[in-house]
């Protein structure tokens, strides 16, 4: 009714008023999270790592700022499971083709996917287990873009991709051009594929082993 319209103004006039009041003066942002606290400026998007929420039980997350402010807040949780060290058969065939590459030089890897089985996979989705120093430039990233209906996405150390629709027998070749900043031997490129709608049922490439070293070194093993 008109009582509430007035009252819903009468908040965005007191907490518009009270940003206006604060606009100028430093802040200080307090984020406490089980009685810890974390203290940072509070200066445009604040991010914060909190690995204790990710911890089994009940968590209370506090938010507190020194001065008049408007404050949004947003926790996310992610959790990850063990890559498996053989493969698991799915609805996809999986291959990963092409050179590794050097150190501080581009892979090119090609991921090749094909739906096995006798129905079209509407969302095929593809997670990569990324290795210690592999980076995506701006035209790696856009290279896989151009084979994808979504993503790249990157979380920690897993690169996400939405496929187009698969009928059956369908073949999709994804590039991977990984930049490597690190040498040594690193563990990783492990694929998952899956239907979007059953993530439960996925075919799983093991990561694998691979020796970066300097161009004058001779590349990749």
């Known amino acids: 009714g008109e009582m509430m319209n007035d009252e819903v103004r009468t908040i965005a006039r007191v907490a518009t008023a009270s ?16 009685g810890a606290d974390e203290r940072r400026p509070a200066a445009g998007v604040v991010r914060l790592e909190l690995p204790t929420l990710s911890s089994p039980g009940t968590h ?31 609805p996809f065939a999986l291959e990963l083709e092409g050179e590794v590459g050097v150190l501080d030089g581009t892979s ?14 509407a ?3 593809l997670e990569v287990d990324l290795p210690t120093g592999a980076e995506l430039t701006a035209a790696s990233r856009g290279s896989i873009a151009a084979r994808a209906a979504r993503g ?16 059956p027998g369908a073949v999709r070749r994804v590039p991977l051009p ?24 996925a075919t799983i490439l093991p990561p694998r082993s691979v020796t970066i070293v300097s161009r004058d070194e001779g590349g990749a093993r």
Request: neutral net charge.
């Open 178 to 201: 990984i930049r490597w900043s690190v040498g040594g031997t690193l563990v990783g490129l492990g694929v998952a594929a899956y239907a979007a709608d059953r993530e439960d049922r």
């Open 19 to 34: 940003v206006a009041a604060s606009s100028g003066r430093a802040s200080e942002l307090t984020v406490t999270l089980d």
């Open 60 to 90: 209370r997350l506090e938010i507190a700022l020194d001065a008049h402010a408007l404050v949004s807040a947003r926790a996310t949780v992610t959790y990850g499971a063990p890559w498996p060290d053989v493969l698991v058969r799915g």
């Open 108 to 121: 090119e890897l090609v991921l090749v996917v094909r739906n096995t089985t006798p129905r079209t996979i």
């Open 152 to 167: 790249p996405e990157r979380s920690g150390d897993v690169l996400s991709v939405v496929l187009q629709p698969m009928p």
């Open 123 to 125: 969302v095929p989705t």
